[in-house]
């Protein structure tokens, strides 16, 4: 099967608590602030699933969604560290603009059910930025700094982007306050729009789509049995059909952030 990302395993292991101490951090309330990476994205060798799995009708069925528990409280605003695109990927307007629909398509709810892309979660693209993600080569949440920053750097183990979240609370009902996406940086990993005779190469929208995802607060779907969500942990290479939300996507979304 085709791996996006290492799973419900992972998962759990990221919610074991990396708790910081919140001391340093003017205007936030006392108490501990806990970290926890929530997007390993492993590609793995084709192994001849369609790469149309998520056409394969289920996408409008399928009403499965996991919540991760913390959610934000306020706008969710974001940044890009241009000069850590890389250079394969050419334009970095087009990078940006290929960041920010994925955010938007969350942020909105946009979907490929006809359902009312109202959800109006509430976040902005806030320009560039010098702060790289806090995520670190081998996948772990490093140190917050304040900003909410995607950047592209060296992941290993063939991971192919990283999401970090950092909040206040317990993880049920939790605040969140940071979020960083550290997106790897080898080259050819991604594309913008597909290449022809496409192989092994993942659509960088639709990965960063299931990214801010997890960056808003969903959890994983399994592959196996929903394959054609944008929260499935396992992403067939060379498709853009997770470029929107599922119709399991989306109602969990909704049922955190209702509608405005
Ligand atoms: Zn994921």
Not at 104 to 113: K, L, P
Not at 174 to 180: A, I, L, P, Q, Y
Not at 225 to 252: E, F, I, K, V
């Amino acid at each position: 099967m085709p791996k996006i990302d290492s799973g419900l395993g992972a998962v759990l292991r990221g919610l074991l608590p990396l708790v910081l101490c919140a001391a340093g951090l003017a205007g936030e309330p006392t108490g501990l602030m806990h970290t926890a990476r929530f997007a390993v994205v492993i590609p793995g060798p084709p192994t001849g699933q369609p790469a149309e799995a998520a056409m394969d009708g289920g996408r409008c069925a399928d009403p499965a969604g996991t919540w991760l528990g913390m959610r934000w409280r306020s706008e969710l605003k974001w940044r890009v560290n241009e000069k850590t695109v890389p250079a394969y990927l050419g334009d970095r307007t087009a990078v940006v603009n290929s960041l920010r629909s994925a955010a938007y398509t969350v942020d909105t709810g946009r979907n490929d059910c006809g359902l009312p892309a109202d959800l109006g979660i509430s976040e902005s693209y806030a320009g560039k930025t010098d702060h790289i993600a806090g995520v670190t080569p081998t996948g772990g949440c490093g140190e917050r700094d304040g900003t909410n920053a995607v950047s592209f750097g060296p992941l290993n183990q063939g991971l192919l982007a990283v999401t970090c979240i950092w909040w206040y609370g317990g993880k049920d009902n939790g605040r969140s306050v940071e979020t960083d996406i550290l997106i790897d940086d080898t080259e050819g990993l991604f594309f913008l729009s597909t290449p022809p005779a496409c192989t092994n190469r993942w659509d960088l929208e639709g990965t960063i789509t299931h990214e801010f995802g997890h960056a808003f607060g969903l959890g994983h779907v399994a592959y196996a049995q929903h394959s054609a969500l944008t929260m499935t942990d396992g992403l067939p290479d060379c498709s853009t059909a997770y470029r929107g939300l599922g119709l399991g996507d989306y109602l969990a979304l909704k049922q955190q952030y209702g509608t405005n």
